[in-house]
């Protein structure tokens, strides 16, 4: 692991470099190298996940003059494990994660969530290395910069909510979700579901439950319709 590289991606210098290394062990690797010295990332993930949670909060509340459940919205689609995923993909810390051979094959949500878990770990691990003002700084410059955007796109909103209220505008109809297929064991499920506008296919999503499948489908039939 290229301790120097992360720490550039990352803005960061540690003090102790074993804590980074820790937030970016998923404990699968453990299961598999018995004699790894360091722990997994959980519980740093814990830390990191309360340490996110009260910065962003600060910062909308000092910055916003929203309602509070405008605010929630704002800050739900800042820490929601997609966005999260993808804030940790631009850093490049997907090259550096520490897994099973059987993790590492995993994509599609699975990934998304331990990348998310992964720089929650890493903000629990800069809290503790370098203090609260360093953690702002890094959470203000890598995360908190999506904001302008996501409001602009609207995507605080929920997605069910916005497509069918911008169909119902343009259309006058209601959108329907089917079930395409559901798979998987009981618990670690699989539902894949499409959203129709009458008989036209527009949007197809996958969940670990139908409320998110049919969510996700929702935001795919957002983002490749012109509405």
Avoid: C, W
Wanted: glycine share 6%; hydrophobic share 35%.
């Amino acid at each position: 692991m290229d301790i120097k590289e992360i720490e550039k991606r990352l803005g960061v210098v540690f003090k102790d470099t074993e804590l980074l290394v820790s937030s970016l062990t998923h404990r699968s690797y453990l299961n598999e190298n018995r004699d790894f010295h360091l722990p997994n990332n959980e519980r740093l993930e814990f830390l990191g996940d309360a340490v996110l949670e009260l910065i962003s909060t600060e910062y909308l509340y000092l910055n916003y003059p929203h309602p509070e459940g405008e605010l929630t919205n704002f800050r739900s689609a800042l820490v929601n494990y997609r966005m999260l995923s993808e804030i940790a993909k631009r850093l490049g810390l997907e090259d550096y994660l520490l897994l099973s051979k059987g993790e590492a094959k995993d994509t599609g949500r699975a990934r998304q969530v331990i990348m998310a878990n992964a720089i929650e770990a890493v903000i629990g691990a800069i809290y503790l290395d370098q203090g609260y003002d360093v953690t702002k700084e890094f959470i203000l410059r890598e995360i908190m910069v999506e904001l302008p955007t996501i409001i602009h796109d609207g995507a605080y909103l929920d997605p069910k909510s916005k497509l069918q209220e911008v169909v119902q505008e343009k259309f006058g109809i209601t959108p329907s979700y089917n079930v395409v297929s559901e798979s998987g064991p009981d618990h670690d499920k699989v539902f894949v579901i499409s959203v129709y506008l009458g008989e036209k296919k527009v949007g197809t999503g996958e969940g670990p439950s139908k409320q998110e499948a049919e969510v996700s489908a929702a935001q795919n039939a957002l983002k490749t319709n012109k509405f």
